[in-house]
């Protein structure tokens, strides 16, 4: 049987055996534990890195990205202080971006996700919004119950997060669509919430306007 050389690496990190910043096993340590040619292991070692599980640093090894997992999830609206958060239904489609980057193997049925935004407020001010597809394959959830904010969305025990970020530098498609509005929201934050055994909860997009971003710190969104 082929060795998993990604669920070990990920399981390693899980369970804290290489912590974040800390370097992992060289490539030659990798080729011997599993028995992969040196190509298979940079693949892997290559798609992490693209998922931000793992970074670089040349001339020093591969090391455990500080964006890799969160056990906690910091509420958005306890970040920005919001004084009001209101839920919108929406028709947006997966972005390619986001199924691009989440390399896990798992099965999304489109009739069975249920996309929302959030808007977050400052007094009157829209300070970040956010695009939300909550996999709903077993029917536990009602869109009726989330935009009243009647059904809670992490009710499993443990769950974790992975995050991807990348910063936009001119308004996108998506602030003019939902806002009706050309001013900036930077940068854009690409979360995947997963349980424990690596099943898809959701995924989410987080746009947060420039002057609340600097107070905040990303990897808590």
């Known amino acids: 049987m082929k060795f998993d050389l990604e669920k070990y690496i990920l399981d390693m990190i899980d369970n804290q055996e290489w912590k974040v910043n800390e370097r992992i096993d060289s490539e030659q340590k990798l080729i011997k534990k599993s028995g992969l040619s040196k ?24 090391f455990v990205s500080p964006f ?13 202080n919001a004084t009001k958060v209101t839920i919108l239904p929406s028709k947006s489609k997966i972005p390619n971006i986001l199924l691009k980057r989440f390399n896990e193997e798992f099965e999304l049925d489109e009739d069975k ?20 597809w909550l996999n709903n394959n077993d029917g536990k959830y009602n869109i009726k119950d989330i935009l009243k904010g009647k059904t809670s969305i992490y009710d499993e025990e443990e769950f974790n997060k992975l995050i991807n970020i990348h910063r936009l530098e001119k ?6 669509n939902i806002l009706l ?26 746009k ?11 990897k808590n969104i």
Not at 39 to 62: A, F, H, P, T, W
Not at 113 to 132: G, H, Q, S
């Open 68 to 80: 890799n997992l969160n056990s906690k999830i910091i509420k958005l609206e306890k970040t920005l």
């Open 181 to 206: 509005t050309t001013f900036e929201f930077v940068p854009t934050t690409y979360s995947y919430f997963i349980n424990k055994n690596r099943n898809i909860l959701m995924l989410r997009i987080t």
């Open 208 to 218: 947060i306007k420039p002057k609340f971003y600097n107070a905040i710190e990303i």
């Open 171 to 176: 308004t996108s498609s998506s602030d003019k």
């Open 39 to 62: 190509m298979s292991v940079r693949k892997v070692i290559d798609r992490l890195k693209e998922r931000e599980v793992l970074y670089s640093i040349q001339g020093n090894g591969i």
């Open 113 to 132: 996700i249920i996309t929302f935004v959030k808007l977050y407020f400052v007094r009157d001010e829209i300070v970040a919004f956010t695009l939300n």
